[in-house]
């Protein structure tokens, strides 16, 4: 009912930026948080950052000050811009949202298919 794709990832050297992208797609009456989560090998998931839908923002401390979260609610999009970028943020990101389908009640979180971001030189 509900498809998130994630799309950006890539190979970057430490110190750069990378821009990942993820849309939402299909029977959505509304759409409360979009968020960022990673997952490194041999480690837990994580949440990177998360936006409601009246833009309110949260970050783990791990990437305070250099990762920033923004979204576009007419297009059911949600970015990460990420800077300096750094070799331990090397990582499969997940986008999710907590999203109200037609005719049901209630959120439901839909994940995305992940999308790897690796930063080496």
């Known amino acids: 009912q509900v498809q998130l794709v994630e799309s950006g990832g890539g190979l970057v050297q430490p110190g750069k930026s990378l821009t990942l992208s993820c849309v939402a797609s299909?029977?959505?009456?509304?759409?409360?948080?979009m968020a960022w989560s990673r997952q490194a090998p041999g480690k837990q998931r994580e949440v990177v950052a998360t936006?409601?839908?009246?833009?309110?923002?949260n970050y783990g401390d791990s990437v305070k000050g250099r990762f920033t979260i923004s979204r576009d609610n007419a297009k059911n999009t949600v970015y990460l811009q990420m800077n300096s970028l750094k070799p331990e943020d090397t990582a499969v990101y997940y986008c999710?949202?907590?999203?109200?389908?037609?005719?049901?009640?209630?959120?439901?979180?839909?994940w995305g298919q992940g999308t790897q971001v690796t930063v080496s030189s």
């Open positions: 299909g029977s959505i009456s509304r759409i409360n948080t």
């Open positions: 936006v409601t839908s009246g833009g309110s923002t």
């Open positions: 999710y949202s907590d999203v109200v389908v037609y005719g049901s009640r209630g959120f439901v979180r839909y």
